[in-house]
């Protein structure tokens, strides 16, 4: 396995059960800077997937969304193709059946928002 997907697997677990733990210290630095920027990233979520309430997204789903949105607008060290397929890919992994198309859908809008 990529030593970089094995990263974001981790990130996703530490983000997931942080919903579940708000007293965990246990965090990466990547990991942490994601929830600081959470209610930038939030946001960016709410424009990508409107019909639904972040309350209501899947945590799993959500966890990924919140990796993905800060890898494309605040890290910026991947191409943003890589960080959608990848974003993809781990929900293919960790998620629902209807995982995988919910993400993409969401973050192709985002990503179109950045670009125009």
Do not use: C, W
Request: no cysteine; charged share 30%; proline share 5%.
């Amino acid at each position: 396995m990529d030593t970089r997907h094995a990263k974001r697997i981790k990130i996703v677990q530490e983000m997931f059960a942080r919903l579940f733990n708000s007293s965990d210290p246990a965090l990466s630095k990547k990991t942490q800077s994601i929830f600081l920027h959470l209610p930038e990233i939030d946001e960016k979520i709410k424009k990508g997937a409107p019909k639904y309430e972040l309350s209501k997204i899947a945590k799993v789903d959500l966890s990924i969304l919140r990796l993905a949105v800060y890898e494309l607008i605040i890290e910026k060290k991947e191409p943003p193709k890589v960080i959608i397929n990848e974003a993809i890919e781990l929900a293919k992994d960790m998620a629902g059946e209807k995982s995988p198309a919910f993400i993409n859908a969401a973050l192709g809008k985002i990503y179109q928002e950045m670009v125009q």
